[in-house]
């Protein structure tokens, strides 16, 4: 949807046309969601619905003109353009597409800076109407140190020391020149263009909510995350044997239980809870009973599959609860090592695993001593929009 311009108006002009190397995701990460949105979307939201901006356009990479398309296409904004090789050539190449005889002001943003709040950047425009060049700063509340080759080679004086942050507010004829006049330079942005240009830069205050996302681990930090609940049931009947595995330990008893692989009721319920928890169907979908090559399998290889399922999905077991039902054998002398063994297998603390038992007061097939059942309920923490 085509945007008109009016005279004089603000321009945000959002730097989008990187591919991502150093976040290594499946998409570049302005394209990556979070609270049912992309990055981008965020971004270039906070500047559409601010007052004092009368324009957006983007400069994207050439290879994601369709995934632009696809998510911010529907927004009131100019029209894209493609960036260059480097960051400093794709935002001159958006400045050079922007009506340089209606343009005043224009701000430079990370597209990566899905955080950016009003007050910054009503900071940097007001601050416009005093300095040539703008940018929003954050006092250093670290000790900086100068290293090098891995040794520290002095202390600096953190006290005139500032990091900065976009968008970065400019007189746009001042930083138009200035781009060209420096192009093929490789400066770390904007503001560096306006000094080497001879342009004094002035500063207002960042925001600390202003954060840049580059890695997935900043990524994650981000992310909104919601629990989800699985369980699980399983039942074998008793055959011939001495002991009955459960939860990965072996039960001295005067039968066995009958099945497929090693008959582990409490494994088996744990990974259908697994599973259900995150939308991955059941245990007999992934280990068929019609296959042969899982006669006779230790269960331990179940879950340690659906824990890869969880992982996949970005997600993290939050805790396991498993309940053995049955008249016998007796769960208590043994519960330690369940907890332990499936605290093991599924890497949890075993403060986060609970094995308990229960009868059915002797009603049914398994108050007749016909076989040993298991229930299992787990909870899943998983980010929310990653489906």
Not at 35 to 49: N, P, Q, R
Not at 58 to 69: F, L, Q, S, T
Not at 173 to 186: E, F, R, S, T, Y
Not at 231 to 245: C, L, M, Q
């Amino acid at each position: 949807m085509a945007q008109k311009i009016k005279k004089n108006q603000v321009v945000a002009l959002i730097v989008a046309a990187g591919t991502g190397s150093r976040f290594g995701g499946r998409a570049p990460k302005q394209y990556t969601v979070f609270s049912g949105k992309t990055v981008l979307e965020h971004t270039v939201s906070a500047f559409l619905s601010h007052p004092l901006v009368d324009a957006v356009k983007v400069v994207i990479h050439k290879d994601y003109a369709k995934i632009y398309e696809k998510n911010v296409g529907h927004l009131p904004l100019l029209k894209p353009v493609k960036g260059g090789k480097s960051r400093q050539d794709s935002v001159r190449l958006g400045l050079e597409s922007c009506d340089a005889k209606q343009t005043k002001y224009v701000l430079i943003h990370d597209a990566a800076r899905p955080f950016i709040d009003k007050e910054t950047i009503t900071r940097v425009i007001k601050k416009l109407a005093s300095a040539k060049a703008v940018i929003p700063t954050l006092s250093c509340t670290d000790t900086i140190k100068e290293v090098t080759a891995g040794k520290v080679t002095r202390t600096l004086k953190r006290e005139a020391l500032v990091s900065v942050q976009t968008p970065q507010g400019f007189h746009f004829k001042d930083i138009l020149a200035a781009h060209k006049k420096l192009k093929g330079k490789d400066l770390p942005d904007d503001a560096a263009v306006a000094e080497l240009s001879g342009i004094t830069v002035a500063v207002v205050e960042g925001s600390v909510a202003n954060q840049k996302i580059t890695t997935q681990a900043d990524r994650k930090r981000l992310m909104e995350y919601e629990t989800r609940i699985g369980s699980g049931y399983d039942v074998h009947a008793f055959t011939s044997g001495k002991y009955v595995t459960i939860c990965g330990v072996k039960v001295p008893h005067t039968q066995g239980l009958e099945g497929h692989s090693d008959a582990d009721v409490g494994l088996h319920a744990l990974v259908d809870a697994l599973l259900g928890a995150v939308g991955e169907n059941d245990i007999g979908f992934h280990f068929p009973p019609s296959d042969k090559k899982w006669k006779g399998a230790d269960s331990k290889t179940f879950v340690e599959h659906a824990a890869k399922l969880v992982a996949k999905k970005s997600g993290s077991i939050v805790n396991v609860d498993i309940t053995i039902i049955g008249e016998s054998p007796r769960v208590s002398p043994y519960r330690d090592a369940m907890r332990n063994r499936v605290a093991k297998l599924l890497k949890l603390p075993t403060s986060r695993v609970n094995v308990k038992a229960t009868t059915t007061e002797k009603l049914g097939f398994l108050g007749r001593r016909e076989g040993l059942a298991a229930e299992a309920v787990v909870a899943v923490k998983l980010p929310v929009n990653e489906d």
